[in-house]
């Protein structure tokens, strides 16, 4: 595997090769004085950690409380249920599993705070939209689940598909892509493995790179060119082979890239949570940690971000911090314990990411580095990830 | 207002988180895809500039004659018009009628014709080259050729969307949001994709056929459309969008020859080469988005935070023009010329009602000109024949994104009053013409002004 993915490494080579790769593409032409986002700036109305003075976590006002009961969402849902029956291609969002699921969550929770009732002023938060939104991403994520083990028919092992990441989350550093395309990449690599048994592990790195080339059309708005990631890969395949791996990869997904990724949940659950942005961020890395892991590559994108987010509130626990509340249970679909053991697989990918990050020789370990960066927080490096928390769960892990 | 072509092409590259700040070396942004060449020759709204050599395909479509024409292209729509049309396009074209403004980056100039062959096949009888048969041209766009053809599979007649296939960059990114967003569309008011070819040289995608679109339509029926239609119209296009944006989906490039019109009088949108699925909160996006004459005031201004908003303001427009006859803000030459169009009408925004204004980046407010708002009915006058069509109008074109009306909203606005309850309440995918008593009203004949004169004269002799 190691000679079938080629690569320049991402020491001399690439810094040699970037400056002709920057001369001749888009993305070195991007604009000087563009802002960066904000990581949780526009998350929610309530973001706490943002300013000092934010006073106590729920200051809502009585009125701003309402039950749930009968969101817009749930109703709207109940109305697609009474409809008359239609083709199963066009049910809509599995109404009934999904209404199902509501209820159970709702009905001990009359008093959940509807999150978004302060947003109708903020366009960028579509109150209007959002509970039907998020109930179509779950009936999406469903529609196109990569099953468990899904490789078990293909000649590609976990090991590889771990290897072919880490090397992605370079190239996605290299690239500056948004954080969206690393996770569509991803996920268009084990749709694409699940469907497609004759893979090679030979071809397995033009997989990869060819998905990060799809990926970057759908959500870039200056893709990288097909030239680009063909000198990434050290020319170990040229344009041609790429726009036949590329229709390949379009026929096997049937143009399907909708699927939603653990990212669109996160942001949900972070505003419900009025998490900080430290917080935040730890939840993005426990998720990007997870994206090599073979064994959790067939788990909801939904319960992942869920189980992120309340691993890295338990982590990052401060007075403010009330856990894992009702109203996270209910905007994150899961409630505690059905995230616990997930929780503890996060926990000990963290011990193995922590051991490598102290051995200057150790291999795939581009996430943890990237996080230890100060752009990401150094977030890597905490020393609450050594606590006792992340032990103890790991330590459940191997049990 | 005005942006030089240089400030603008930095401001192409504004991204979001993870994003990058490097400096501008070639002057040049290169879209995915497509030719620097012929990127460079955009002018700063992204319209094709006036030189004329750009548009050789659309001079073949119009007549070829091209001297002082202002640019025009046939755009990405999937313009439906047969052999007829074509002729009357070019009648109509050569006169005065403003040219109809295009779509935002889709542009490609490769149009050789490659031998093609089926790249893969499977059990599947689709996504086959051979299961359909190829007919008349209806209609050429900047990157894509549509035809009429015959589905041997299902046994009837559809459109087909040939995308030339880049040289270089495999599938455009347009093509690839196109139909993966399509394919998660099932609704009454939207085009059916039942199939995409792809092969090395070509991506066709299998539509089904609807004989017009409302541009057309427009033409046909000039002075302005039969008040019912006009509502049976934009409840359904409201009914399809409040469906896209239900399911995160932006439209991007809403305008008349962006919306089919069956016979029967379905409304149906198309072409999603320029929509995207959105994040929640919003990604920054590029503000090079929608045809100049249906961009919000906040889009023009440079915004890139914009959502569902943008396709309201988009509606409202449509709104008008159904109304009217004529196109609500048609402006020309570039970006400050049609917020001029739009401020003349809704009168120039004032940082004290839109707090927002002055952090938009092309906010220059000593260059706008300064006009009071006037009422719609005054500017349309047929708007006074309907009522409440100036309310909703006002509520879908309010400058301030965040008070423009949300689909939804806008179907429950009293205009609609007068319509089956029934039709609020129907499935997805039935037709708005399922409901008993939803029909296409013949459209008024509307006379010269000379004639109606002489009718009033001969009126009063009597």
């Given at each position: 595997m190691s000679q079938a993915l080629r690569t320049t490494t991402l020491g001399s080579n690439v810094i040699r090769n970037e400056n002709q790769l920057q001369a001749r593409?888009?993305?070195?032409?991007?604009?000087?004085?563009n802002a960066q986002r904000a990581v949780l700036g526009e998350i929610g109305n309530r973001v706490k950690g943002l300013s000092v003075n934010n006073g106590p976590v729920k200051a809502i006002s009585a009125d701003a409380r309402k039950p749930l009961v009968r969101s817009k969402a749930t109703s709207s849902i109940r109305q697609k249920v009474e409809a008359p029956p239609k083709p199963?291609?066009?049910?809509?969002?599995?109404?009934l599993e999904e209404n199902k699921k509501l209820n159970a969550y709702s009905s001990g929770l009359?008093?959940?705070?509807?999150?978004?009732?302060?947003?109708?002023?903020?366009?960028?938060?579509v109150s209007e939209y959002i509970k039907d939104i998020y109930l179509y991403l779950r009936y999406m994520e469903d529609k196109f689940r990569v099953s468990e083990?899904?490789?078990?028919?293909?000649?590609?092992t976990g090991k590889m598909r771990e290897i072919l990441i880490d090397w992605l989350v370079q190239v996605h550093l290299k690239f500056k892509l948004l954080h969206e395309t690393l996770y569509l990449t991803v996920a268009i690599i084990d749709r694409f493995l699940q469907v497609d048994s004759s893979i090679s592990p030979a071809q397995l790195q033009m997989v990869g790179v060819t998905a990060m080339w799809i990926a970057s059309k759908y959500e870039e708005i200056y893709a990288p060119e097909v030239n680009d990631f063909v000198v990434i890969a050290d020319?170990?395949?040229d344009e041609e082979q790429m726009r036949v791996m590329e229709r390949q990869i379009l026929s096997a997904l049937r143009f399907d890239l909708g699927r939603p990724l653990p990212l669109h949940f996160l942001r949900r659950n972070s505003k419900a949570g009025c998490v900080d942005n430290r917080q935040h961020t730890l939840a993005k890395y426990l998720m990007e940690l997870s994206l090599q892991e073979y064994s959790l590559a067939h788990l909801r994108v939904s319960h992942l971000a869920a189980a992120a987010l309340c691993l890295s509130l338990k982590v990052l626990q401060d007075e403010e911090t009330e856990g894992w509340t009702d109203v996270l249970t209910h905007y994150s679909f899961y409630p505690e314990n059905e995230l616990r053991p997930v929780m503890c697989q996060l926990a000990s990918l963290v011990v193995k990411a922590n051991e490598k990050l102290n051995?200057?020789?150790?291999?795939?370990?581009a996430v943890a580095r990237k996080y230890a960066t100060k752009k990401c927080l150094c977030i890597s490096v905490l020393p609450e990830l050594s606590g006792p928390v992340i032990t103890e769960l790991a330590a459940e892990a191997a049990v | 207002m005005s942006i030089s072509k240089s400030t603008d092409a930095v401001d192409l590259?504004?991204?979001?988180?993870?994003?990058g700040c490097e400096s501008s070396e070639t002057g040049h942004r290169r879209s995915n895809g497509y030719s620097e060449e012929c990127l460079g020759r955009l002018e700063p709204n992204g319209n094709i500039p006036k030189?004329?050599?750009?548009h050789r395909g659309w001079e073949r479509l119009a007549?070829?004659?091209?001297?002082?024409?202002p640019p025009m292209s046939a755009s990405?729509?999937?313009?439906?018009?047969?052999e007829q049309g074509r002729s009357e396009a070019r009648v109509v074209l050569r006169h005065k009628r403003p040219p109809r403004p295009k779509s935002e980056c889709?542009?490609?100039?490769?149009s050789r014709v490659s031998k093609r062959y089926s790249a893969f096949g499977g059990d599947?009888?689709?996504?086959?080259?051979?299961a359909y048969i190829k007919q008349d041209m209806l209609g050429e766009g900047s990157y894509a050729t549509v035809y009429k053809g015959y589905s041997n599979l299902t046994q009837q007649t559809v459109a087909l969307k040939e995308i030339r296939l880049q040289?270089?960059?495999?599938?455009?990114f347009t093509a690839i949001r196109e139909a993966s967003l399509l394919k998660e569309l099932k609704h009454a008011n939207i085009v059916i994709l039942h199939d995409i070819i792809h092969t090395r040289s070509a991506l066709t995608f299998v539509f089904e056929y609807v004989h017009t679109d409302l541009s057309q339509y427009l033409e046909k029926h000039p002075g302005g459309l039969h008040g019912r239609n006009v509502q049976l119209f934009l409840y359904q296009l409201l009914r399809g969008l409040s469906y896209c944006h239900e399911r995160?989906?932006?439209?991007r490039d809403l305008k008349p020859q962006n919306l089919l019109i069956s016979q029967i009088g379905e409304l149906k949108l198309a072409?999603?080469?320029?929509a995207r699925a959105k994040s929640v909160p919003s990604h920054?996006?590029?503000?090079?988005?929608?045809?100049l004459w249906y961009r919000p005031p906040d889009v023009l201004l440079g915004?890139?935070?914009?959502?569902?908003s943008l396709d309201m303001w988009g509606v409202g427009c449509i709104l008008v023009e159904m109304i009217a006859?004529?196109?609500c803000f048609p402006g020309v030459r570039d970006v400050s010329d049609q917020l001029d169009k739009i401020f003349r009408v809704m009168g120039t925004p004032d940082p004290r009602v839109w707090?927002?204004?002055?952090?938009?980046?092309?906010?220059k407010p000593e260059r706008l000109g300064r006009y009071r708002a006037r009422r719609l009915a005054d500017v349309f006058?047929?708007?006074?024949?309907?009522?409440h069509a100036e309310s909703l109008a006002n509520r879908l074109l309010h400058l301030a994104p965040e008070r423009r009306a949300a689909a939804d909203a806008a179907r429950r606005h009293?205009?609609?009053?007068?319509?089956?309850?029934l039709l609020s309440s129907l499935?997805?995918?039935?037709?708005?013409?399922?409901?008993?008593?939803?029909r296409l009203h013949p459209e008024p004949k509307h006379f010269a002004p000379a004639v109606l004169k002489m009718a009033e004269q001969l009126r009063k002799k009597h």
């Open positions: 593409k888009g993305l070195a032409t991007r604009s000087t004085n199963v291609e066009s049910k809509p969002f599995s109404a009359l008093n959940v705070d509807d999150i978004d009732v302060e947003d109708s002023d903020n366009p960028q938060l083990n899904h490789l078990r028919d293909s000649k590609i020319k170990s395949f051995d200057s020789r150790a291999k795939r370990v | 590259g504004t991204r979001a988180e993870g994003g030189d004329g050599s750009l007549g070829g004659d091209s001297v002082g024409r990405s729509d999937s313009r439906l018009l047969d889709l542009l490609s100039q490769d599947s009888p689709f996504g086959r080259q051979e040289e270089e960059e495999g599938a455009p995160r989906i932006l439209h072409d999603f080469g320029l920054t996006y590029s503000h090079e988005v929608v045809t915004s890139t935070e914009y959502t569902t006859g004529v196109p707090p927002a204004l002055t952090a938009l980046p092309n906010y006058p047929r708007m006074a024949e309907m009522p009293r205009y609609f009053g007068d319509l089956p309850a499935p997805d995918t039935a037709s708005v013409f399922t409901v008993p008593g939803v």
